[in-house]
Structures are given as C-alpha cells and as structure tokens.
C-alpha cells in the first residue's frame, strides 16, 4: 500500500484540534523522568507549539529547495540540513540534523587517521629503542663513574676488568661472576660477612 504524500495545507483559521495527535505527544511528554503530571491545557500548547515549529522548518527546508541549482517541489535531507546550518534560530539542531558528507571523503580521513597512528607508533617505538640505548648503563669497579653504551656492544666492566659481552655470554660461570660482581658494586659498600 503506497503512502499517502499528499500535503496537509496549514490552517488559516483555529478550530481548536491540532494537526499532530494530542494522546502521542502526552505519551512522549510522560516519557521525560522530570515532568510528573503534565495538564491537558499545557499538552495542547505543546502540541501546538510543535507543530508550528515543524512548520517552520519545512517552510525553510522548501526556500533552500528553491534556492538549489535546479529548484525542485520535493524536500530532501539535505535541504533540512541546508535551512539548520544557515539560520541562526535553527543552531540548536545542528546536531540532530547534520550536514551529510560523501563516504569517499569518510573513508580518506579514516585512512589518514589510520596512517598518522602507524606513523605515530613506529615513531613511540624507535623512540623507546633510541632510550634504550642511550640509558643502558656500565659501573667501572674501580672509579665509580658510568659511561653510555650501545646494547648491541656492551662492554661488561665488572672491578676493572673489561670484557666484551660475547666472551661473557659462552661461560655461564663468568655471567653468573659478573652480575654479582655488578650487584655488589652497585651498593658501592662491598660485601658483608654474616658470621661473627
């Protein structure tokens, strides 16, 4: 069964019955948890005061069809989205009744958004290898004093000894050797006896 489009002519004179049903806005007005009782005289005000209002903006939806390249009768979405965003007195539904934009443009941003995440991403983790590598510390026994190294050639300094890490990691006796020697001179007081 096809909709009935015809359209409804705005009243010229008051007969006192609105156009919208007074029982569906009482049913939408009970709806808000603020309003408890709500009289029939301020239903009707509403009732009226919408149906004045949709008025309203059909007739600025009608003038931004008219104003279109090619003036048509039908009113679109876009010409609701038109009125609201050139009339000041509509600003309040900009965002019920937003402007539309193409899907291509959608799917453009979201790829650059997509993009400028990755990028961010690679950026944050060569950023924490670059800390890595600056912040990886050696304890020269002998003066105390720390010097930087590069994780990929850490020299292991442990009482004055220098050795390089790939002689340190074939004895698992000398890496046992070296991180308790590193252990003891990070305290910087030594090795205490526990017995008497």
């Known amino acids: 069964m096809p909709y009935n489009t015809t359209a409804i002519p705005p009243?010229?004179?008051v007969t006192g019955?609105?156009?919208?049903?007074?029982?569906?806005?009482?049913?939408?007005?009970a709806q808000d948890p603020d309003i408890g009782i709500c009289s029939n005289n301020a239903a009707f005000i509403i009732t009226m005061a919408s149906e004045m209002f949709i008025q309203h903006l059909a007739s600025e939806a009608q003038n931004m069809a008219k104003l279109d390249r090619k003036p048509r009768k039908n009113i679109q979405y876009k010409d609701l989205?038109?009125?609201?965003?050139?009339?000041?007195n509509l600003e309040f539904l900009e965002?019920?009744?937003p402007k539309t934009v193409p899907y291509k443009d959608i799917k453009?941003?979201?790829?650059?958004?997509?993009?400028?995440?990755q990028r961010d991403s690679v950026d944050a983790a060569a950023g924490t290898l670059a800390a890595a590598a600056t912040t990886t510390t050696t304890t020269n026994g002998t003066s105390g004093k720390k010097?930087?190294?590069?994780?990929?050639?850490?020299?292991?300094?442990?009482?004055g000894v220098h050795g390089h890490a790939s002689s340190a990691a074939g004895e698992p006796g000398a890496q046992l050797e070296a991180g308790t020697m590193q252990a003891s001179d990070a305290d910087g007081d030594g090795d205490v006896s526990m017995t008497g």
């Open 11 to 13: 009243r010229k004179e």
């Open 95 to 97: 965002d019920t009744i």
């Open 147 to 159: 010097r930087r190294s590069s994780p990929l050639t850490t020299a292991v300094t442990t009482n």
């Open 17 to 29: 019955q609105p156009a919208l049903p007074l029982a569906r806005v009482k049913k939408i007005i």
């Open 108 to 117: 453009y941003q979201a790829g650059a958004t997509r993009a400028r995440i």
């Open 81 to 88: 989205a038109n009125a609201v965003a050139h009339h000041d």
